[in-house]
């Protein structure tokens, strides 16, 4: 069956994670995606190799964060310092249906290879450039990586335990979240065009994209001045919601009570009906008040069980549950 985007076909200048990510998804569905790489400048990600892979048997393959990023594209190596470098990339724009680049905003402007300039070439180019944080503004030719970002963005701000510092999801977030936002939003573009015939430019700033993230954060300080407090694994909707430890070397489940009926369906399936009929427990404030007791008792059932089939025993009780998996 064809893929939706066969015939589409993309120059990919991005790099390491959040623009590599935004033209994987189109060289899912089906996209001609040819990746440009500088014989001067590597990918980064290419020299992040895992310590234990040896890689004796497909040693191109060893640095696997570059691999998943970049599957069935193409690739030319092509220096844009050089006049017939740009030459060739321009030849290739004039063939294309999509460019994407994360250079910081000076870089394609000083290559003359910015939307303005490409748009004489194609003028029904799409155009993607996905930064830090924008084309313009007085922060828009800093450096940013997802470790940065993530913070910059809020995101961190209301992410760890009471009492504690602000922390990373440990997955830099933003990238990939950037690249589905990206990837959507080329979509979008080509579905403009099909329309229209008129090309677009976008510009994605990760900062931004990862706004609606902290959407309900931002409502509460608008609504109430009141800034989030950081909870941990707990959440405001749910009580009691955490990940408790269960049998085994360093097993997990995570357990989340979204209403009466669930608290009332997990008291019944680990056996602990006394926990329903306690009036501290009775609702979702009393829950909430009562988290820590919660917890320990809780613990005290998980520590005995599999992750595994405590999952599904919770889960066919209609329990929202789920195991920590690892590799």
């Avoid at 060289?27 to 790489?37: N, S, Y």
């Avoid at 870089?107 to 003028?123: C, G, N, S």
Wanted: contains cysteine; proline residues 5%.
């Amino acid at each position: 069956m064809p893929k939706p985007l066969e015939g589409v076909r993309v120059m990919d200048l991005t790099q390491v994670f959040a623009g590599p990510a935004c033209t994987r998804i189109l060289a899912d569905l089906g996209a001609d995606v040819i990746r440009m790489e500088s014989p001067n400048r590597l990918d980064i990600t290419r020299n992040l190799i895992h310590v234990d892979n040896d890689g004796q048997e497909f040693p191109w393959e060893r640095a696997l964060y570059f691999t998943i990023r970049n599957a069935g594209k193409r690739e030319i190596v092509v220096d844009l310092a050089q006049e017939r470098g740009r030459e060739m990339l321009r030849d290739i724009v004039a063939q294309s249906d999509v460019v994407a680049e994360s250079f910081t905003p000076r870089v394609m402007r000083a290559f003359e290879l910015d939307y303005d300039h490409l748009k004489q070439i194609k003028p029904d180019i799409i155009m993607i450039s996905l930064s830090g944080y924008g084309q313009d503004g007085p922060m828009s030719d800093w450096s940013a990586y997802g470790m940065g970002l993530e913070p910059a963005s809020g995101v961190s701000q209301i992410t760890g335990y009471k009492d504690g510092p602000p922390m990373r999801s440990g997955l830099s977030f933003t990238d990939p979240y950037s690249g589905f936002i990206g990837a959507g939003a080329v979509l979008s573009a080509l579905h403009h065009k099909r329309r229209t015939g008129q090309g677009q430019y976008i510009d994605l700033s990760e900062q931004e994209a990862a706004i609606p993230l902290i959407g309900a954060a931002l409502m509460d300080y608008a609504m109430n001045q009141r800034l989030p407090e950081r909870i941990g694994d707990r959440s405001p909707w749910a009580a009691p919601q955490g990940c408790y430890r269960c049998a085994g070397d360093d097993n997990w489940i995570v357990i989340s009570i979204e209403s009466d009926q669930d608290w009332a369906a997990f008291c019944d399936a680990t056996g602990h009906t006394d926990w329903a009929a306690d009036d501290r427990f009775s609702s979702l404030e009393g829950r909430q008040q009562h988290h820590d007791q919660l917890d320990t008792l809780i613990t005290g059932w998980t520590k005995d069980q599999d992750h595994y089939q405590a999952f599904h025993h919770l889960q066919k009780a209609g329990v929202i549950a789920a195991p920590v998996l690892s590799g």
